[in-house]
């Protein structure tokens, strides 16, 4: 029934059969496929021009090639991704890339310089929730087709709005709004001036190790390898990942075989498992921070005693300690561990007394009723139904609004919510990737639609913090950059609407034969290409 329920795409099941040898009855998947069950119902897009969340990133890391890259085995410096170099002028601005020669897209069509900038220009003229990543540098629709050029087939100049410390500029880059993409095939699909959005939602104009074979939102996306990858051998010829609900089926099937990874097992699968030889676990401290926050809109939850009684009111340790073991830590900064200023602190605990102080002070007294958005993921569910708990002990009534990953960040980016309880993770290994999402608002009206950042999807208006962190971006003394970012955190752990709880720990579970996969650390995300079996 499991195998049923789990090959049921046609499509899926025939190209599995496709590359199975011998007898029905053998035990796995075939030697040159990798089957990976996930948690994948946020994945609203393929375009890598508007694709913003967890899933998203990690298909178009596969999918796609950007200018730089990070070395999967060595997730450090950047290396050479399409473009084979790259120089900062001595004014500052001024970037150029060389184009990587005899690069083709999956479609067949040469890789050029034209085609970088297309694509970079392209996300910016789209204005999706990640534009701003690219933005930020004073790229405009209006600008960017004179600030970002191809000056031939092979080398392409950016243009900045002023100096930025390189790294940063760089880093910016390998986001997946970054992702070059094949300009004449996206063309020939453009409806409407839309920049071929509509098509490219659900196909592929990649360069990747892989390419599209189907998606089917909420059950799988399916990958073929391209062909000879100039990143490195790929030996797994096919990639299914598929979205399973359960962390029990999850096991269930990695158990038996059907799948090779099962990446959403809770602690209590994980310890069932540890003693069979025929799996393994392997842990890797991500850059994802699990977070709920505060909707200034509302009256309440913007009072600051409010706001600080609630992050007293969070068994931090309780939670890792029980249904978080092994899986996240306890982590209350919104720069992540490992990252260029991080802030170690951690003020808060459960003290329901102060909190009951708090509010007393605040004019409540008797609490207050509020909603809690979560999406439908166990690990959510449990943290919510926690605070749950623990907000009701000082007189806090919340009620759980569960949905899809959709469906919640839908009413999150349009500023509905009372309380979003969600996790949030970087776009780049910079500081500024979380700084300028959490403690950055400059136009807080809700027409400025700046979905990408947190703190307006908050309504929280912070002039002086935005100008801060401004400041930051374009320190190029490392020292005096990472303390500017020790003391915004410092700031918004104090008066921010969010209260910070954990980062994650990814424990990815997997047949004993699986070699090679790598989650990407806190800077990156999972590549197949690397896998044998």
């Known amino acids: ?156 100049v950016m243009v900045t709005d002023r100096p930025y410390a390189p790294s940063f500029v760089y880093n910016c880059l390998t986001a997946t709004i970054g992702s070059i993409v094949d300009s004449k095939l996206v063309m020939e699909h453009e409806k409407d001036g839309d920049l071929g959005n509509l098509w490219l939602k659900t196909h592929d104009a990649g360069t990747g190790a892989y390419k599209l074979r189907i998606w089917k939102p909420n059950e799988l996306y399916a990958l ?32 038996k075989g059907d799948v090779d990874i099962a990446r959403k097992l809770t602690p209590d699968d994980i310890a069932a498992i540890a003693s069979n030889k025929d799996l393994k676990v392997e842990n890797d401290l991500k850059g994802r921070i699990m977070y709920f926050s505060l909707n200034q809109k509302n009256k309440i939850l913007a009072n600051p005693k409010v706001r600080l009684a609630m992050k007293y009111l969070v068994d931090y340790e309780g939670m890792t300690k029980s249904f978080l073991r092994g899986q996240y830590v306890v982590h209350q900064a919104f720069e992540p561990l490992t990252y260029l200023g991080e802030l170690k602190d951690n003020p808060y605990h459960l003290d329901v007394a102060k909190a009951k102080s708090l509010l007393k002070e605040a004019g409540y007294p008797d609490g207050f009723s509020v909603k809690i958005h979560v999406r439908n993921a166990q690990d959510r569910l449990e943290i919510a139904q926690s605070l749950q708990n623990t907000f009701g002990q000082a007189g806090i009534k919340a009620e759980l609004v569960v949905g899809t990953g959709k469906q919640t960040l839908t009413v999150y980016r349009a500023r509905k919510h009372d309380i979003y309880m969600g996790a949030w993770g970087p776009d780049y290994p910079d500081p500024n990737t979380n700084a300028d999402t959490f403690a950055s608002n400059p136009d807080n009206r809700d027409e400025a639609k700046l979905t990408g950042k947190l703190a307006w999807r908050n309504a929280w208006d912070i002039p002086e913090l935005t100008k801060q962190t401004k400041a930051a971006v374009i320190e190029r003394d490392t020292a005096k950059r990472a303390q500017m970012y020790v003391d915004i955190q410092r700031k918004v752990q104090k008066d921010g609407p969010f209260a910070i709880m954990f980062q994650k720990i990814i424990q990815s579970a997997m ?21 044998t079996k």
């Open 224 to 255: 073929d390898a391209a062909g000879d990858y100039f990143r490195g051998k790929v030996a797994m010829k096919h990639v299914f990942v598929r979205h399973i609900d359960e962390s029990s089926s999850q096991r269930l099937l990695l158990e």
């Open 1 to 156: 029934m499991l195998k049923q329920i789990f090959y049921g795409a046609a499509s899926l099941a025939a190209l599995i059969a496709a590359g199975a040898t011998g007898s029905a009855a053998q035990a796995g998947t075939p030697a040159d496929t990798l089957v990976i069950a996930d948690k994948i119902d946020d994945l609203i897009t393929l375009d890598p021009a508007q694709s913003f969340e967890f899933s998203g990133a990690e298909y178009n890391l596969n999918v796609y090639d950007k200018l730089l890259a990070f070395d999967p085995k060595n997730l450090g410096p950047l290396v050479p991704g399409l473009a084979a170099s790259w120089s900062l002028a001595d004014d500052g601005v001024t970037y150029t890339f060389k184009m990587r020669k005899g690069i083709r897209f999956h479609s067949g069509n040469p890789v050029t310089a034209k085609d970088a900038a297309f694509s970079l220009r392209r996300a910016i003229k789209l204005k999706k929730t990640p534009s701003f990543i690219l933005t930020q540098f004073g790229f405009t629709p209006e600008n960017v087709d004179k600030m970002i050029r191809a000056t031939d087939d092979e080398t392409l």
């Open 511 to 531: 047949r004993k034969n699986v070699n090679g996969f790598v989650t990407g650390g806190a800077i990156s995300n999972a590549h197949y290409w690397t896998v």
